[in-house]
């Protein structure tokens, strides 16, 4: 499902990268979720799914990146790091 982008507007490294969308996909069908009914659950799962991804994101283990109209998500590596500050 991945393919290599370059997450930036210039030089810098590939990325192996996935839809966002299809992360979520996967997450969703992952995730147990309580709810009353359908939209509760739903909601519970979107929720959830954001945070994690916040989370993700603070503590800098994914990336995320707008191609063509889509999220592109992947996972950062100590390496890129490295590269990206010039060490």
Request: hydrophobic letters at 30%; a positive charge.
């Amino acid at each position: 499902m991945g393919k290599k982008i370059r997450p930036s507007d210039g030089p810098g490294p590939l990325v192996t990268a996935v839809d966002r969308e299809h992360v979520r996909e996967k997450f969703y069908r992952s995730r147990p979720a309580d709810g009353e009914n359908e939209k509760k659950i739903i909601e519970a799962r979107r929720k959830a799914f954001l945070r994690g991804e916040e989370q993700a994101r603070e503590s800098k283990a994914i990336g995320l990146y707008e191609v063509d109209g889509h999220y592109m998500v992947w996972l950062v590596r100590e390496d890129m790091e490295t590269f990206h500050s010039g060490s």
